[in-house]
């Protein structure tokens, strides 16, 4: 039987979207189109050029150039701020015919100076667009410009928001006493909320390094020789130039490099971001398994399914969902990291591709973010099953019974010998009942008020100073 011809799915249009983050999970990832995409790439360029144009003519920087007006550079940044859908297509047209993006985009700036009203020195000036430079001039520019607006202004709130909510979220169960798992065997009670303040703690960590990297930008020509602006205008003190341009978009100035900014400051921003990324994994593995024992207990969703033929399961998707995208943001990053740094001689075209790539490693991440805060939302804390399992497991009082014996000891207190062996006779491989411990500190010959105090002792009250070091959070 022939089956009949199906639909291609690639000539529909509107375009069907090829990746998930631009399909399924658009929603989420959206507001890093105005940063990371082509069109955002395009439109930085645009900036860099008219901010370029705007910097030699206020400067005086090329002799004859006319001064511009307030209204010709309020014209020039209007071309910026109005760069929508006609201009992405119009930029498009012309880079068909250009076979060469920045140079599109130089003939693009060039038809808007030809428009300008009549009279205007912006008519004048169209030789000084691109002026000296080479494209990679423009491009890292750019690229720092879209990179540190997608940190500052996306990635990072969204970060923070989630590491505010686990902080809270610690605050909130600093003085829920919980079982401790250490190699996954039961250990020294904890508080949940002393767990999740060392995972907010170690977040807020890279957060710190993140919002003190730096963004460098560099633009000295073809071989970052400064080769044709000399020649050009040899009276300019060139350097002096390009650092005030830099440093007037908001970057750091890079006065050593070849045609391409070396990309290092990339490296250390990517490798912080997805050292970020692992400890939120840690975060969402641990919380899963939370899950799993029953720690938490996850708020079912009205109208959602969490199997096809299960009825009763509430899976931790959103965990499982962020722990992927956390995965593939890192794996991103760090190819982003390693291949960006190295650079062929003068130039490679290596990076141009690369780097259109950090859209998707900054988006997964966010992906991530989101499901992260949204399964922190739907929980709740089972402290009866909590409770219980510190019940049931009074053996790990051993340790601070022996610790006491040490220090009893230390102050001359006879019959101490041996503690850490009798205690591991008395815990190791058994479970002991709460009158089996009180039964055994009671045949110690410890003084009174050790003795007392370790009588008194539980599983659950034997959590140190956990609910006060959530305190830290706030230091």
């Not at 060469?100 to 912006?122: C, I, M, Q, T, W």
């Not at 190699?183 to 303040?197: F, R, S």
């Not at 740094?341 to 690369?354: A, G, I, K, M």
């Not at 491989?429 to 411990?437: E, F, H, P, S």
Request: hydrophobic share 45%; proline share 5%.
């Amino acid at each position: 039987m022939t089956s009949p011809a199906r639909v291609r799915l690639a000539d529909v249009t509107p375009h069907i979207a090829l990746g998930p983050l631009d399909g399924r999970y658009r929603a989420a990832v959206a507001p890093l189109v105005d940063h990371l995409s082509e069109a955002a790439l395009n439109r930085e360029r645009v900036h860099v050029e008219v901010e370029w144009l705007i910097h030699l003519t206020s400067n005086a920087v090329v002799p004859g150039a006319p001064a511009l007006t307030d209204e010709d550079v309020a014209y020039l940044r209007d071309v910026v701020a109005t760069f929508g859908p006609d201009e992405v297509a119009e930029l498009a047209a012309i880079e068909k015919i250009t076979v060469h993006d920045v140079k599109a985009v130089e003939y693009f700036l060039k038809s808007r100076l030809a428009a300008a009203p009549e009279g205007s020195a912006l008519r004048e000036v169209g030789e000084l667009v691109h002026f000296a430079c080479t494209s990679e001039d423009i491009n890292n520019l750019s690229y720092a410009l879209m990179v540190r607006g997608a940190v500052q202004e996306v990635w990072a709130p969204a970060a923070t928001t989630l590491v505010d909510q686990v902080a809270e979220l610690a605050r909130s169960l600093k003085d829920q006493p919980m079982l401790a798992l250490t190699h996954g065997q039961p250990a020294t009670p904890t508080t949940l909320g002393k767990e999740l303040a060392v995972l907010a703690h170690r977040l807020r960590r890279q957060l710190t390094r993140i919002g003190g990297d730096e963004y460098l930008g560099k633009l000295n020509g073809a071989t970052g020789t400064y080769g044709a602006h000399v020649v050009a205008v040899p009276g300019a003190d060139w350097p002096a130039v390009s650092k005030a341009f830099v440093e007037h978009l908001g970057l750091t100035w890079n006065p050593l490099t070849t045609q391409i900014e070396s990309h290092d400051w990339q490296a250390e921003l990517y490798a912080d971001v997805a050292r970020f990324n692992r400890v939120l994994h840690n975060l969402a593995t641990d919380v899963w398994t939370y899950i799993s024992r029953g720690v938490f207990i996850q708020i079912p969703v009205a109208g959602a399914t969490g199997s096809s033929t299960m009825p009763h399961k509430v899976n931790p998707i959103r965990f499982e969902n962020a722990e992927a995208n956390l995965e593939l943001s890192s794996a991103l990053l760090d190819t982003l990291a390693s291949t960006l740094v190295t650079s062929r001689l003068q130039r490679d075209l290596t990076d141009s591709t690369t780097q259109r790539n950090i859209g998707p490693a900054f988006g997964h991440s966010l992906l991530a973010i989101d499901n992260v805060a949204r399964g922190l939302r739907a929980l709740s804390v089972d402290e009866a099953l909590l409770a219980r399992e510190l019940d049931e497991n009074w053996e790990v009082l051993g340790e601070p019974v022996q610790s006491a014996m040490r220090a009893a000891s230390v102050a001359g207190v006879t019959g101490m010998e041996n503690p850490y062996e009798r205690l591991k006779e008395l815990t190791r491989g058994r479970r002991l009942t709460a009158a089996d411990m009180r039964e055994f500190i009671g045949s110690l010959g410890l003084p009174d008020d050790v003795a007392a105090r370790l009588a008194d002792l539980t599983p659950a009250s034997y959590t140190g100073l956990a609910d006060s070091l959530v305190a830290y959070l706030d230091a």
